[in-house]
């Protein structure tokens, strides 16, 4: 499966994005999807993921704050973030198909190229 995430930007402090997964090759519905970010000068962290059944787990850090969600006819998992910091800022990638902790980036088999989340203060 072939992984395309987009939607970042640059935005207020308190400002609100939308990212998108978009997934082609086989059907995401069939797959965990996780989203994780990478700050500058910092390891790649887990965000949050999704599985079958509209299953949802987050991480302490955006709880509350961002959703995930997908839309099996567009073949597309969503991350809804509000309320955003600057302590948001960094690269998100998206990753399907987990073998492993959910939290762990080497679970992971395939992986988006990312997008860029800047938040100004």
């Known amino acids: 499966v072939q992984l395309q995430a987009s939607g970042g930007g640059l935005v207020q402090s308190g400002g609100s994005l939308r990212l998108s997964c978009a997934a082609s090759?086989?059907?995401?519905?069939?797959?965990?999807v996780g989203w994780f970010r990478q700050a500058p000068g910092k390891e790649r962290e887990f965000v949050a993921a999704t599985w079958t059944g509209d299953n949802t787990y987050y991480a302490d850090s955006v709880k509350d704050r961002f959703t995930i969600s997908r839309d099996n006819a567009k073949n597309t998992v969503y991350l809804q973030m509000n309320s955003l910091k600057p302590g948001d800022t960094a690269v998100y990638y998206c990753?399907?198909?987990?073998?492993?902790?959910?939290?762990?980036?080497?679970?992971?088999?395939?992986w988006g190229q990312g997008t860029q989340v800047t938040v100004s203060s």
């Open positions: 090759g086989r059907s995401v519905s069939a797959y965990t």
């Open positions: 990753a399907a198909e987990v073998s492993g902790s959910l939290r762990y980036t080497g679970s992971y088999k395939y």
